[in-house]
């Protein structure tokens, strides 16, 4: 996924629109749960995932578990 993927780039509500997160500050962790955006300000620690599918449907498949129980 690019910056140009969505219709609207994720904003930090103090500081406005986040920046793409290189996938080289990334974990294979975070890279497998999908996008990360943060925030461009100094110290500011706001970050936001768009979730992969892979990960959309490991959280569908567990809470299909959890409703049969």
Known sequence: MTTTDLATLPTCNTHGQMT???ADRQSAEQRW???WYDC???RCLTS???P???LMA??????T???AR
């Open 20 to 22: 793409l997160r290189p």
């Open 33 to 35: 749960c999908g996008t």
């Open 40 to 42: 461009a300000a100094h």
């Open 48 to 50: 936001v995932l768009l």
């Open 52 to 54: 992969s599918p892979a």
């Open 58 to 63: 490991q959280l569908a498949e567990q809470a």
């Open 65 to 67: 578990r959890a409703g």
